[in-house]
């Protein structure tokens, strides 16, 4: 995919889940769940999305699938191979659903989802050798400022009694 040193993956990792985070901040804004996404090809950022379901009225507008749906608009395609999805939160279920059908080469997360992340921290479908599909994945990249966004989200939101669901 790219001929880059491990110092520099993770300087470029960091500097896109930046991006990633400063998006989390637009849903934060709107009222959502605090997660951001960006697709990156040969170092560009070609997607960007925020968590949407509320104010769409759309349960699939995670932040992965709306930076998909953006990149595949960018390029005219659905199939978006040797791109990199940068997300705060691990993905749940039907978002890793969305990376395989796009053929996403590589995943980058912030943040684990001990209630329903499913690169690992609940159950790990990238790791199912029987799917046509394989997703190398980087966990852990800025995790500490993805949840504590979140956790101030939360925090607020019971504060205010507005009960908000978690991601």
Request: proline share 4%.
């Amino acid at each position: 995919m790219n001929n880059l040193s491990n110092s520099d993956m993770n300087i470029r990792d960091t500097d896109f889940m930046h991006s990633a985070l400063e998006l989390a901040g637009l849903a934060q804004e709107a009222g959502e769940v605090p997660v951001g996404a960006v697709v990156v090809k040969n170092g560009v950022i070609i997607g960007r999305g925020y968590n949407r379901p509320i104010s769409t009225a759309d349960p699939t507008a995670h932040a992965e699938v709306v930076a998909l749906r953006d990149a595949a608009r960018h390029l005219g395609n659905y199939r978006l191979a040797d791109c990199t999805l940068y997300v705060t939160l691990e993905p749940c279920a039907m978002c890793v659903g969305a990376i395989f059908h796009a053929r996403i080469a590589r995943l980058v997360y912030g943040a684990a989802d001990p209630k329903t992340g499913a690169c690992g921290s609940v159950i790990n479908l990238l790791a199912e050798t029987q799917l046509n599909h394989h997703t190398q994945v980087t966990g852990s990249v800025l995790a500490e400022e993805g949840m504590l966004r979140l956790k101030r989200f939360f925090a607020e939101r019971r504060k205010a009694g507005a009960g908000a669901e978690s991601p």
